[in-house]
């Protein structure tokens, strides 16, 4: 029987000299669920440990004796397992390139050895700034060769790094630091995007004036631009002051697997981004070992992931993963726009990248341009691309695996979150026919799930909830600082399962495909954006008495942010007092929570006890009036007809 056209069987090729390729697969997955035990511990002799682990898998996913603990009784340090251990054989090779905004100012090249002592100085400085093992450290830096090396710093130190994305504005950066009482700071004078510069250093200060930042100490400053900058002596310092006479050797801490490596805050169901807590050795074996094995990673690649190391893709596929595998990993520091859309094929060419990771609606803005700025470039050295953040539509991959890819390069659609700590679902290029707009297959020791909302396990094909039915070495631990938060959120839903809070469809060949979020959690370009950040910032407005943000589907952005707001009792609503709310969400969150359409409410609809009926409003936003389903339980329904009339320009 010949293939559907939708289905991209393995290239022979490919797989002729792949890692894994589909009997390989097969027979792993089996061995991964079987005995995790026995497969984890193989797994993990790929890092380095100062005390080898003969403890492997600790997990109870019952509510009631939760735990997560894989190789509880290992010690390892990871940035030893990123650098040091590359010293030998691999002292010259480029760990990172680092191409910056403006193509002018020239890339940079830096082995692993220079790497390891760019670390170590900093580490070094870390601790005579009295920063020690547990301490919590807040990175809020641009795209640049630092914000790797203040990441790798911090683990040397056995400091928990929490990096902050350089789009959020300074009471972002406040809740931040306040709700793990950071010590130190390391940020930049500015950074740079597509020609602008960001006032990084301001914003930190405009954060420390916020309540609960007095736990800093210290804010360290990358020289980058060489703009001006405020300097507070003495708790602001150069970061090129503070680590040049440094020794270029620091003694690594002796960390248990179990010892946390970092906190990477992310939006859930509440105005309260929650602090998802990761360890050491599980994650690290993870995203390493996912690393290798869904790029297919050979020694000779030039790996590029366009991820903003702010994200958790950036954490575990630019920094850890690459570098734990010895890979050499390209940073790019700027936009796919800029100085055009051929930017990204120009990068690929100028340093002859292999493998391209990047998120769906990177590839649906340049889409748009048609296959001109593409087909100007040559992009003949890549030989794998990967897509990740959201779901990528099928005629997006297509454009992808044609246009970009020449029909030569696999696509791998990779499923995970900032709580897996890496790759979930995915296809392995050696391994997995390719379906546009599927994942595919689970990855080795990952048991997914659907169920319905009563909790029902479904079989065979089916559409429901997405449940992970045991743990995965690369899974977060707790919910910094609020362990009950960790266990109401993800193991109480559907009890004795991990719920990801992603809906998804089981074809009749087992692929998954995911369809998204199903709580209040909006995807905006791959951003995870609560629904309630963003209301909690519009009421904070002395204008606004209520408001209520819902998703809608939006071409490049795969879901843009529509906020129904009433005004207080005597507020007039006017154009400039819309623009003023608007600004008022970026000056709270930051950019990435720009509404895209604001539309006045006087009234929202509510259930008689009071519940607002997002379902209606979704409708509403997305244009679908006639889909509204049933208002009869309804307070008033006639705030729904109002609604309709103002969305429609009645
Ligand atoms: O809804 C899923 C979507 O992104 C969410 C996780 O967001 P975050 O924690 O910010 O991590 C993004 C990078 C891993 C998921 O719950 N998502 C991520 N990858 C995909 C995806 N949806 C569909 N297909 C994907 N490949």
Avoid at 258 to 285: A, C, M, N, Q, R
Avoid at 422 to 441: F, V, Y
């Amino acid at each position: 029987m010949s293939p559907s056209p939708d289905i991209h069987p393995v290239d022979p090729d490919v797989a002729a000299n792949a890692r894994i390729d589909r009997d390989a697969y097969e027979r792993l997955y089996a061995e991964s669920v079987a005995d995790p035990e026995r497969f984890w511990g193989r797994v993990g002799e790929r890092l380095e440990w100062m005390r080898t682990p003969t403890r492997i898998k600790d997990v109870d996913f019952d509510a009631r004796n939760l735990h997560i603990r894989w190789y509880a009784d290992g010690e390892l340090n990871a940035s030893v397992n990123c650098l040091d251990r590359h010293l030998e054989a691999r002292g010259d090779k480029t760990a990172l390139v680092f191409e910056p905004d403006d193509p002018e100012h020239g890339a940079q090249h830096i082995s692993y050895r220079a790497l390891h002592e760019r670390v170590c100085k900093l580490a070094n400085a870390l601790r005579s700034l009295g920063v020690r093992k547990g301490d919590r450290v807040t990175i809020y830096l641009p795209m640049i060769p630092e914000a790797a090396v203040a990441m790798l710093a911090c683990a040397r130190v056995g400091a928990i790094h929490s990096v902050v994305f350089g789009g959020f504005a300074a009471n972002s950066i406040a809740d931040r630091v306040a709700d793990c009482e950071s010590k130190l700071i390391i940020t930049a004078d500015e950074g740079r995007r597509g020609g602008r510069t960001v006032p990084l250093k301001a914003n930190v200060d405009a954060a420390l004036k916020l309540p609960g930042t007095n736990s800093v100490e210290t804010v360290l400053v990358v020289r980058h631009t060489g703009a001006a900058v405020d300097m507070q002596m003495p708790r602001d310092r150069w970061y090129d002051a503070v680590t040049k006479d440094q020794p270029a050797q620091c003694e690594p801490e002796r960390m248990n697997a179990e010892d946390p490596l970092f906190i990477l805050y992310t939006s859930g169901s509440t105005g309260k981004p929650k602090g998802v807590l990761h360890t050491t050795g599980g994650y690290l074996v993870y995203a390493s070992y996912t690393h290798e094995l869904v790029f297919d990673l050979r020694e000779d690649d030039v790996y590029w992931c366009t991820a903003d190391v702010g994200w958790v893709t950036g954490h575990s596929y630019i920094v850890y993963g690459p570098l734990a595998n010895g890979a050499t990993a390209l940073m790019f520091e700027g936009v796919p726009n800029h100085p055009d859309t051929s930017r990204f094929w120009q990068v690929v060419d100028k340093h002859q990248v292999t493998i391209f990771y990047t998120a769906p609606t990177a590839i649906r803005a340049l889409m748009r341009d048609g296959d001109g700025p593409v087909k100007r470039t040559s992009r003949s050295s890549l030989r794998l691309l990967g897509s990740v953040g959201e779901p990528i539509n099928p005629e997006a991959w297509r454009w992808y695996y044609e246009v970009v890819g020449d029909s030569r390069c696999p696509v791998v659609d990779t499923w995970w979150q900032t709580e897996t700590g890496g790759i979930m679902i995915s296809p392995l290029p050696g391994a997995t026919d390719l379906k546009p707009g599927s994942a595919t297959r689970p990855f080795f020791g990952v048991r997914p799930a659907l169920v319905d909302t009563n909790g029902a396990i479904l079989e065979g094909e089916a559409e429901g909830n997405l449940v992970i039915l045991d743990s995965w070495p690369g899974q977060m631990r707790t919910v910094y600082g609020d362990h009950q938060r960790f266990i109401d959120t993800y193991f109480r839903t559907y009890p004795g399962t991990y719920f990801s809070g992603d809906g998804c469809r089981r074809d009749a060949d087992g692929d998954y495909w995911i369809t998204g979020r199903v709580d209040d959690v909006i995807n905006v370009s791959g951003h995870r954006i609560g629904t309630a950040e963003v209301e909690s910032a519009l009421v904070s407005h002395p204008k606004v008495a209520e408001a209520a943000v819902v998703g809608f589907p939006h071409d490049i952005k795969g879901q843009g942010i529509y906020a129904y707001v009433t005004l207080l009792a005597g507020e007039m609503s006017s154009e400039e007092l819309r623009k003023e709310l608007v600004a008022h969400v970026r000056s709270e969150i930051g950019p990435i929570a720009t509404p895209d359409h604001l539309q006045w409410a006087p009234g929202l609809p509510k259930t008689r006890s009071g519940k607002i009926m997002r379902r209606i409003l979704r409708k509403i936003a997305e244009n679908a009036p006639d889909q509204l389903g049933d208002t009869s339980t309804l307070a008033d329904p006639s705030v729904v007809q109002s609604l309709v009339d103002e969305r429609l320009g009645r």
